[in-house]
């Protein structure tokens, strides 16, 4: 039930993303038709690039919570690192485009008109990209998803962009000032760019199996070592799977328990680690406390919390 609940937060997030997009691709590209602004035309570039990412979001969410089967073991769930992959390729397209068109307007300046309407459309993006953010950011204190979080990060990146884009029209009607619309829009751009390396950061790590950070292993490890009954742990390795995260480790246990005793603590080390991190993956190794297998480098060895 829970998990139904969940992927029912994740569909309503990317719907609520694709909604706000398509409303805004529509208003921007008048404005950008009748105002002639650069800055607006980068924000319109912005929210195609949007509509699109927040469209394979949408479908990547469903694809992401289909069950494992035989063919997919371990789910579908890096489906979600692939859609941030080619949101993040979206982006950098989009910061490139606003940079060229931005140089063009500098080399052949071109007057903004109909200001009022400008301000108007951005206006309105600006409390879109905002409900969005606002939105998700509620989805995504509940659950977990790479791609929802991406696309909130364009529209984070949306919002203060639509900003720059109200001080740019509203600056552009005062006499000398007429180089703000292209700066504005190149400023945009660096945002675009910026966001698009970040979201392929996380989106490739996620592919390649990145450990978890070290404060999130040091819990994994203090979770484990709070069994009264565990003696220690080692060869810890850790990945998010973009619906969770899988655990592996070897349990240290008394060498003289018996395989249900020794099993019943697993239990309840199991336990406990789901319950810090609901829907992990966890394999865990039991083995008498003290003996080290020598098929293991130093390396590896080391690598234990």
Known sequence: MVSARAEVLRRRAALLGVAVAGLLVATKLVAAVVTGSIAVLSSLADSLADLAASGLTLWTVGVAAIPADEDHRFGHGKAEALSSLVQAALLLGAGVFVLILGFERVVDPAPVVRTNLALAVMGLS?????????????????????????????????????????????????????????????????????????????????????????????????????????????DLRTRSIGRGVHIDLHLELDGELSLRDAHTITDRVEERLWRHFPGAELSIHQEPAGLVDDRLDDRVRADSP
């Not at 203060?160 to 005062?174: P, R, S, T």
């Open 126 to 234: 600006l409390v879109g990209s905002l409900a969005v953010v606002l939105g998700q950011g509620y989805v995504l204190g509940r659950v977990d998803s790479l791609a929802i979080r991406a696309d909130r990060e364009h529209y984070r990146g949306d919002a203060l962009a639509n900003l720059a884009v109200i001080v740019a029209v509203v600056v552009e009607g005062v006499p000398g000032f007429g180089w703000i619309d292209p700066v504005m829009g190149a400023l945009i751009a660096v945002v675009l760019v910026t966001s698009a390396f970040g979201i392929g950061r996380r989106s490739v790590d996620l592919l390649m199996d990145r450990e978890l950070d070290d404060g999130v292993r040091a819990v994994i490890a203090d979770l484990v070592r709070a069994d009264p009954d565990v003696r220690d742990l080692h």
